[in-house]
């Protein structure tokens, strides 16, 4: 399979853990976002990277959230001290430089219950 | 800024009768509208895109959607629904003049096909 892939699915933590979020893109995709998607609402835009190159972050991500993409290929989410609001799908999406923005191609998504 | 609102949050058809699910737009700027639909346990993916091109717009598995600027509306179509069309589907709009491939998302509404 060559799309974008998410891991791990599901997570569960208690509260004010730390966790971590992998994400690889369709391998020449050089864009690279993460989304938020809460319980029947539609995705947030969280961060964008352009290789390694973090190029835009929404006020949605706190102090508490980093994002990498070090070599340009894969990326990381990581949430510190956790949250009961943090509970929620994270969607990394990749596309090419030069496609139209907003043809984005999904992961399915990496699913955080913090208890 | 942007944003769209779906006017339904649950649109239920019977298999073989057509499919409207109804979309508004607001944007500073000529827009990008899209439709990704969201399967149950898959990622996100694209469903069709205005680009300012045409503004009746085909898309995959027989939807369509027509940009009507005076309306400012971009409604999803399809004339006879399938069982295998049921999922949840969001209308996004992208800022054209924005900075980044940041995206927002409707709220989505969930489509049900009965026999």
């Known amino acids: 399979d060559t799309g974008v892939s998410q891991d791990p699915r599901h997570k569960i933590t208690k509260r004010g853990q730390n966790v971590t979020f992998r994400c690889d893109p369709i391998?020449?995709?050089?864009?690279l976002y993460w989304y938020r998607q809460t319980l029947g609402q539609g995705p947030e835009f969280l961060t964008y990277?352009?290789?390694?190159?973090?190029?835009?972050k929404s006020r949605l991500l706190s102090d508490r959230f980093s994002a990498e993409r070090p070599k340009g290929s894969f990326s990381t989410l990581e949430i510190q001290r956790t949250e009961q609001g943090d509970s929620a799908m994270y969607l990394c999406?990749?596309?090419?430089?030069?496609?139209?923005?907003?043809?984005?191609?999904f992961g399915e998504g990496s699913r955080l219950t913090v208890l | 800024a942007q944003s769209v609102t779906q006017l339904d949050s649950h649109v239920s058809v019977s298999e073989g009768t057509p499919v409207l699910l109804r979309c508004n737009y607001s944007?500073?700027?000529?827009?990008?509208l899209f439709w990704y639909v969201q399967h149950p346990n898959k990622g996100l993916q694209l469903l069709l895109k205005?680009?300012?091109?045409?503004?009746l717009v085909k898309g995959i598995n027989g939807f369509e959607a027509e940009f009507k600027k005076s309306e400012t509306s971009f409604h999803l179509t399809k004339p006879s629904a399938h069982m295998s069309d049921a999922a949840e589907y969001f209308c996004v709009v992208s800022d054209r003049a924005g900075t980044a491939s940041k995206l927002t998302f409707g709220t989505g509404t969930r489509l049900q096909v009965t026999l």
């Open positions: 944007s500073s700027y000529s827009p990008s």
């Open positions: 205005y680009t300012s091109a045409a503004t």
């Open positions: 999406a990749s596309s090419l430089m030069g496609a139209h923005t907003g043809e984005l191609f």
């Open positions: 391998s020449e995709h050089n864009r």
């Open positions: 990277f352009q290789n390694e190159a973090q190029l835009e």
